[in-house]
């Protein structure tokens, strides 16, 4: 995997449980997203705060993170693990360019207050294996996953 020599753009989302489903803000207040689950009775997408033009890389940020959450629920449901009532999943998607060529980077941090942090890591590296938009950047783009636990 090349690495990413100049960041030329980054989207980045906040993404967090709530009674009416995921919800993922941008970092500047505009992408405001209710997303649900396939088969969910929950309110169908709502773009709430979306910028006419978003960065590609924002959107992609949100449905990933909306993925990874998602993931994060039925891994610690399996276990048996209460997650904390503000989890929340941090996405940033960088573009960038080594040369004339370009490449894409993200940084994925789970924020789970409260529980230990060697559960909560284990929690996120579970919940990568599974989520299919870890699955497909795996091997084809450089991820760090982070985890906070305070």
Request: include cysteine; glycine fraction near 8%; proline fraction near 5%.
């Amino acid at each position: 995997m090349s690495k990413i020599e100049k960041v030329l753009a980054t989207g980045k989302t906040h993404t967090t449980l709530s009674s009416a489903g995921i919800t993922s803000r941008g970092h500047n207040g505009t992408l405001d997203i209710e997303l649900s689950s396939p088969g969910s009775a929950q309110p169908a997408h709502v773009f709430a705060a979306t910028q006419p033009h978003p960065k590609a890389e924002q959107l992609f940020a949100g449905a990933w993170s909306a993925c990874y959450t998602a993931a994060v629920g039925l891994v610690a449901a399996e276990r048996n693990i209460a997650l904390p009532a503000d989890l929340a999943v941090d996405i940033e998607v960088d573009l960038g360019q080594t040369g004339p060529a370009y490449f894409l980077q993200a940084r994925l941090t789970l924020r789970v207050p409260g529980l230990a942090h060697d559960v909560a890591t284990e929690l996120a590296h579970i919940a990568d294996s599974i989520c299919p938009y870890s699955k497909a950047t795996r091997g084809n783009i450089d991820v760090a996953i982070n985890v906070q636990t305070a």
